[in-house]
């Protein structure tokens, strides 16, 4: 892409509307437990804006059994919007995906 296909690209990112993200409602962190864990896990996830969707390249550090909290850039801003934990997979180093629970390996009981 050439530099002025790229700044044309960046200026209509950057004028689009804000993501869509979750309502407090629908989050309820009063009934719904949040996990956060440091280094942020790498993730694809699906973004709703005014009209359109788009799959970002984003991570994550917070989460619960309904919903993610991902971060992405986007035409050289940092965002952040909590989505539908069904709208995020974890990206691998393969370029694979996986749900975000597949994190860590299953520990097996000692019995």
């Known amino acids: 892409m050439d530099q002025k296909a790229a700044g044309r690209l960046a200026a209509r990112y950057a004028r689009r509307a ?63 919007t909590w989505v539908w934990a069904s709208a995020v997979s974890r990206r691998s180093a393969e370029g694979g995906r996986s749900s975000l629970g597949d994190r860590t390996p299953a520990r097996k009981s000692k019995n």
């Open 18 to 80: 804000e993501p869509i993200g979750l309502t407090p409602e629908e989050l309820d962190f009063d009934h719904t437990p949040v996990t956060t864990s440091l280094p942020a896990i790498p993730v694809w996830a699906w973004i709703r804006f005014p009209g359109c969707a788009e799959l970002v390249k984003g991570e994550t550090c917070t989460w619960s059994a309904k919903a993610v909290q991902v971060l992405w850039e986007d035409a050289g801003i940092r965002r952040s």
